[in-house]
């Protein structure tokens, strides 16, 4: 079976409803965590900032383009150049990350795929 054939994340984690757990599971952690919170320019709504992770984690992993269509080319290091992102707080949001993927994902296989990513992503978001 080559590459082209085999199914996409998204499909493999059951489409849309998974990121959106994956982003609310996230949130649920970022809520608890006040110097990351504070990054966040409404942390007492973060309704919004949840959607958007989703949106965008399902496109990125072969879902419908929503987030595209809806806020352009996902552009993520301009989007976050206005926040302060050092070691620390990349490290924080990892942690967060992390502990959304324990609790939602069973699959090691799919963790380590989707950890990978995450890793490579909050490196290049940091900044400072």
């Avoid at 608890?32 to 007492?44: G, H, I, K, M, S």
């Avoid at 990349?90 to 699959?107: E, F, G, I, N």
């Amino acid at each position: 079976m080559s590459d082209s054939a085999q199914p996409s994340l998204f499909e493999r984690v059951g489409g849309q409803a998974f990121f959106e757990q994956l982003a609310a599971q996230f949130y649920v952690s970022v809520r608890t965590d006040p110097v990351l919170l504070a990054l966040y320019p409404e942390p007492d709504d973060l309704a919004g900032a949840e959607r958007r992770l989703a949106l965008f984690l399902t496109q990125y992993w072969g879902g419908p383009t929503t987030y595209s269509d809806e806020r352009g080319h996902p552009r993520l290091r301009m989007r976050h150049a206005p926040y302060a992102i050092d070691d620390g707080m990349r490290d924080r949001w990892m942690t967060h990350m992390t502990k959304a993927l324990q609790v939602c994902v069973s699959s090691p296989e799919i963790v380590a795929e989707m950890h990978d990513y995450f890793v490579r992503a909050a490196d290049h978001m940091r900044n400072v």
